[in-house]
């Protein structure tokens, strides 16, 4: 006879291979029984045994011994998320059961039968067989399993949206697992969904917290790794509802893990779909799109179609957010046909909700307004707070379209009510709105107020988010710019609040010099790994252009696919490392804990300190519907309100960038009609000039250098090359750039060398770069390093006092951490940047679109000459644009003459450079792609 509680697995294995086709029901009972002690310390093990069991009692005659060991397959099955296999084996053993005449284990069997069918979603089929698994129960005096029957009971109501019933029957189960004093693993498994109902549906967060804890615990105690995995999987998202994401991607980190060494594919697409709803909430839903996908799937081969419902609601969020609402709206029409089949009101009301989001026009808002109303009506009556508060801001939002503002103020007001029970991202929304609402309601004091309320929701938010490349995204809002507008309609503004303000949003990552680590073994491997794949595109690509035959798409999209997936592998390392263990220092500490003295940007007066008598800061900021340009002197501050729409600025940067691509095509071929291209160009340089420097003009007497910090799409805007009053801009002053005003007061890393390096890609740069590089290399005297790999790029930015690199640049919108410069072994990444302090006071970078900014919806930016700035180098020189190969070896040439003068610093060289190309190269596209940030 097997002993359940000293036989090994290898014991138990060699008796089921050696057992005769006789096997007993008692002995079959014991075998299930050693099963079901090992389902959640070994599942893999345990499914073998229990495969075996069925197998053999499959040749017996005896029924009872059936029963048991298809209902240990059932089991097994069960626990490794195998739902339809476990469907199948409770089928057989509950037929086995009946023919035995078994009452008691048929009603065990019952209720676990119960257990998969209402996760499944077959509610009905789960109810029909209750009434039979309670009176079998009731007549064996089998308490256990009455709990178990509740838990069951209750998890059935959750999948149906029916929570407060769902928290009634998991209550019950835990007093009845308590009285009995059982703590196992089947208790354990009913806290775990205690805890899911009482945060997700009823908003009781500290209960669960506390539940969850607890559990973890009980767990680690007991060598329960799966289910403690599972407790921190629901952890963690109950973390990322409530915005701690810090805490929520560790745990899911940590989960994850244990979920895939048991191959449990359920739990796996349940960490996805947790990750894709927190990249919603950080505007990050290319991501979100892909995991919401995999995660819908995974549930689907699972027979899990609610949990694939919900999964396509994620994904539809995500589409949404990223603009695609045709898909998106699609999608949810799907997603309510199925909670509209299956009578789950609730999936119905929240559909509704996500749909009434998308209408935009009056006749559609008419719709919203009755979607929105009718789904709140189901929510109130089902007790919930959470979804409830989001159904209040959306129909507080139609009324506010449709002008209705009395209407508006009293959704909002019942809503602020009950704010305090509401998560992190509902809450910022929730003020945004009611701002919204009272600002156009004529109530300028009250909006000011709940702007500033949005406001402090939005750092907390920021202050809980791990890295600094997760929070450029997270901390996207609308208040920021609202607030920000409407303070500058009123009265009695101070300048330098506005600079504190203004800076506080556009700042942030900058004043949060955060401890970052230098990477691993294994990082450094996968970033080899990743040059590699890189260069063996390039090589293809060139090789197909040299040889004229097409190229093997195959083959390049095997490669494409094996970057994107060690491209994501990484960024997630990116993401964790600042959490990690060893990873956090007292600064970044501080920022977890919301100082107040990391949160708040320099005053005007604070930054008039770092300005020269001969410069001006020029600062704008985009609110919405207007542009704000703040000009700062040594002894004087101003704002001026800009009198020119937002979209007006747009459509003609749209127009200067289809010019320049334009112009870039005929410029390596010989330019017909050049006078005329010229003067289509700085027709439309005047008039940008004229909206976004022409009011500023009398702000600027006796200055010599302006410093330009634009904002959001205002980083395209070619300052370097404006004209005003016939000519251009430099040839009134020099001109720097810079991401944040606060970079004034920063202090660059002092180099501790004299070294002066010239990097050249002869292979993968543009045509000429060697003999560029040569000439400046013997006309400087500096160290010449021709295609050097990532590495030796890395030791001349790290050690040497300036680095000119001639190379091609790569600028990533989607991703900019995965921006790269080519070099021998395939490129070097901004993520190579990352943690790393550069000596190199100067950088040059001649290279295309080195310059170019990503605007993220945080307000922060991103791009490869910002990461240079952020790891400590004092200037940067990079492109703007597709730069033209001969102009640019000229403009060079003359740039390195005008600084071979001691007394020129590198923006008057610039300077200089620019007023000499143009008697040579007569378009802003050759001489005007140059800037200086720094």
């Not at 504190?500 to 700042?507: A, N, P, S």
């Not at 790569?810 to 072994?825: E, G, I, K, Q």
């Amino acid at each position: 006879m097997i002993d359940p509680r000293t036989s090994s697995a290898d014991e138990v294995a060699r008796f089921l291979r050696d057992a005769p086709h006789s096997v007993s029901a008692d002995v079959a009972s014991s075998i299930r029984d050693w099963v079901a002690q090992r389902v959640l310390s070994d599942p893999q093990r345990a499914l073998e045994i229990a495969r075996s069991l069925r197998d053999v009692v499959n040749q017996s005659a005896d029924a009872g011994a059936m029963a048991h060991g298809w209902r240990c397959f059932g089991d097994a099955s069960l626990y490794q998320g195998r739902f339809h296999e476990a469907r199948e084996a409770y089928d057989q053993a509950r037929d086995h059961a009946r023919a035995a005449g078994a009452g008691g284990l048929l009603g065990q069997i019952l209720v676990a039968q119960i257990g998969v069918l209402s996760t499944q979603g077959r509610a009905d089929a789960a109810a029909a067989l209750v009434p039979e698994a309670e009176k079998l129960l009731e007549s064996a005096g089998d308490r256990p399993y009455l709990a178990r029957l509740h838990m069951n009971l209750g998890n059935a109501a959750y999948h149906r949206h029916q929570y407060q019933e769902a928290y009634e029957h998991f209550s019950r189960a835990d007093r009845e697992f308590s009285a009995l004093g059982a703590t196992d693993g089947m208790t354990l498994g009913l806290r775990i969904n205690l805890g899911v109902v009482s945060y997700s549906a009823l908003s009781k967060v500290e209960d669960a917290r506390r539940i969850f804890l607890s559990v973890e615990e009980d767990c680690a105690r007991l060598g329960l790794h799966h289910l403690e995995a599972q407790a921190k999987f629901n952890r963690a998202h109950l973390e990322s509802l409530w915005g701690n994401y810090r805490e929520a991607i560790s745990l899911l980190e940590s989960a994850e893990a244990a979920f895939a060494e048991e191959d449990a594919p359920e739990l796996m697409a349940g960490t996805q779909l947790t990750r894709a709803e927190a990249f919603v909430d950080l505007g990050m839903p290319d991501e979100a799109i892909d995991l919401a996908y995999k995660a819908g799937e995974t549930y689907r081969s699972c027979e899990l179609e609610l949990d694939a419902a919900v999964a396509d609601e994620v994904r539809a969020r995500a589409l949404r957010s990223e603009g695609r609402t045709t898909e998106a709206r699609r999608l949810l029409d799907r997603v309510r046909d199925f909670y509209e089949g299956s009578e789950l009101p609730v999936g119905v009301a929240l559909t509704d909700l996500e749909i009434a989001r998308m209408m935009r026009t009056y006749a559609e808002l008419l719709e919203a307004e009755d979607r929105a109303t009718r789904s709140l009506q189901v929510l109130e009556a089902q007790g919930l707070v959470e979804p409830r508060g989001r159904g209040e801001i959306v129909l507080a939002e139609t009324f506010r379209r449709m002008g209705t503002y009395d209407r508006a103020e009293d959704v909002v007001a019942g809503a602020i009510e009950r704010v305090s029970q509401l998560n992190t991202r509902t809450r910022i929304d929730l003020w945004t709105v009611a701002g919204r609402v009272a600002r156009d309601a004529g109530q300028r004091f009250v909006a000011l107020r709940r702007y500033r309320r949005a406001v402090a929701e939005v750092e907390k938010d920021r202050h809980l988010t791990p890295g600094a490349e997760l929070k450029a995204r997270a901390a996207g809002t609308d208040a920021d710019r609202e607030l920000i507008d409407l303070l500058v309609c009123g009265d009695r503004l101070k300048v330098g609040n506005l600079f504190r303000l203004v800076e506080t949003v556009q700042g942030r990552r900058w004043r949060e010099d955060e401890a970052r680590r230098t990477g691993t073994a294994e990082w450094s491997r996968r970033r080899a790994e990743l040059a590699s794949l890189v260069r063996q595109v390039q090589k293809r690509e060139l090789e197909s252009i040299q040889s004229g035959l097409p190229l093997d798409v195959a083959e390049l999209s095997g490669i494409r696919e094996q970057i994107a997936t060690l491209e994501s592998e990484i960024l997630s390392g990116v993401r964790t490392a600042f959490f990690r263990p060893g990873g956090e220092s007292s600064t970044s500490s501080a920022v977890a804990s919301g100082s107040s003295q990391l949160r708040q940007g320099p005053s005007s007066r604070e930054l008039q300190r770092s300005v020269s008598p001969n410069q001006a800061v020029i600062e704008y900021f985009f609110t919405g519907d207007r542009i704000v340009a703040l000009v700062l002197r040594s002894n004087a501050s101003h704002f001026e309100v800009l009198d020119v729409q937002p979209d007006s600025i747009q459509a003609k940067l749209r127009q200067w960038n289809m010019g320049l691509e334009s112009f870039a095509l005929l410029a390596h071929r010989g330019v017909p009609n050049l006078d005329f291209h010229r003067r289509a160009a700085d027709h439309l340089l005047e008039r940008l000039a004229t909206a976004l420097l022409s009011p500023l003009l009398g702000r600027l007497d006796g200055v010599e250098e302006l410093v330009v910090v634009p904002h959001a799409y205002l980083h395209r805007v070619p300052f370097e090359c404006l004209r005003i009053e016939g000519e251009y801009l430099d040839q009134r002053f020099r001109v720097r750039r810079l991401p944040s005003a606060g970079l004034l007061r920063r202090e660059s890393a002092p180099s501790g060398s004299h070294r002066d390096v010239v990097l050249v890609a002869v292979q993968n740069g543009p045509p000429g770069a060697e003999p560029e590089g040569r000439a400046i290399s013997e006309q400087h005297g500096a160290e010449l390093l021709l295609d050097p790999t990532s590495e030796e790029v890395l030791g001349a930015l790290e050690n040497a006092r300036t680095v000119h690199w001639t190379t091609h640049g790569v600028l990533r919108d989607d991703n900019p951490l995965f921006s790269h410069l080519a070099t021998r072994d395939g490129g070097f990444f901004l993520a190579d940047l990352r943690g790393r302090r550069l000596g190199a006071q100067r950088i040059v970078l001649s290279a295309c679109e080195t310059g170019a900014v990503v605007s993220g919806r945080s307000d922060d930016v991103a791009g490869v000459a910002l990461a240079f700035l952020e790891s400590g180098t004092r200037e940067l020189v990079a492109g703007l644009w597709r730069l033209h190969d001969q102009a640019t070896v000229d403009y060079m040439t003359r740039f390195y003459q005008e600084l071979g003068d001691d007394t020129v610093d590198t923006a008057e060289a610039l300077q200089r450079a620019n007023r000499s190309m143009r008697a040579s190269w007569d378009h802003p596209f050759y001489w005007g792609g140059i800037a200086l940030y720094g």
